[in-house]
């Protein structure tokens, strides 16, 4: 099987790979010149262009920051045409980014006119899960595309839920990461708030994991500089995911709680945080950092 994927960011990168180790014939491509090269050297197949990289292609996988580059990518903008004109008809598409469930259906419509299976398949699970190959995929779209592509998505994944009809992973994915974005918010109040007391982060941190304050941000990712040396809190936030992606994330979830008239006042406050964390100048920093406006204000 011969698979394209486009789009080498943090979380595309290592998805690449572990396709390519797995045994599959994977032709790469990003904007980017910098992720071209740190990926070839690697091992990576890089394309000279998205079109070149999809010309053969029997699986096309996506993984870009926002719905403006996946729908610019593959319907085209500013005259250029899009890609669905260099996918070939049967070829299947993958889109892995989070973006809004509309901009999911609209591709996918222009998809299928032209016999391409499409399904929205955004995942969760951190750069960590990306590397180590244990992503969680939230599924959206016919069952026959989500079991032809089950077999790709179990080399990057060791979760796979069909969340429903086209457009409905990405639903399920701002919902999570909603909830994701609050609990990091709440983590890093509650050990700003015990540092400030002159408790031990570390000690703190494992009361309230094995306590009724139990979360994956204290269990997987804690936001706090030295407990946890696999976190990018250690790593002074650096890669992870953005701020400016979770605050994306959290834009999106307004926008659909707005359409559909749902009450998420915990979602509106942290995405209003985030925001305020981005414009202090933090917006390139993996999510966690927003412990420092935390500490700030109570300081």
Known sequence: MKIAFIGLGNMGGPMALNLRKAGYAVKAFDLSDE??????AEGLAI???AAES???ADVVISMLPASAHVEGLFLGSGGKPGLLDSIRAGTLVIDSSTIAAATSRKVAEAAAAK????????V????GGAIAGTL????????????????????MGANIFHAGGIGAGQTAKICNNMLLGILMIGTSEALALGVANGLDPKVLSEIMRRSSGGNWALEKYNPMPGVMDTAPASKNYAGGFGTDLMLKDLGL???NATAVRAATPLGGLARSLYAAHSLAGHGALDFSSVL???QKASS
């Open 124 to 127: 969760s699970g951190g750069t």
């Open 136 to 155: 969680t995929f939230m599924v959206g779209g016919e069952t026959d595309d989500l079991e032809r592509a089950r077999p790709v998505l179990e080399k």
């Open 292 to 294: 420092k406006l935390l």
């Open 54 to 56: 999809v010309a053969d």
């Open 35 to 40: 992720a071209c090269k740190k990926y070839a």
């Open 253 to 255: 979830a307004q926008e």
């Open 47 to 49: 394309s000279r262009s």
């Open 115 to 122: 016999g391409i299976a499409m399904i929205d398949a955004p």
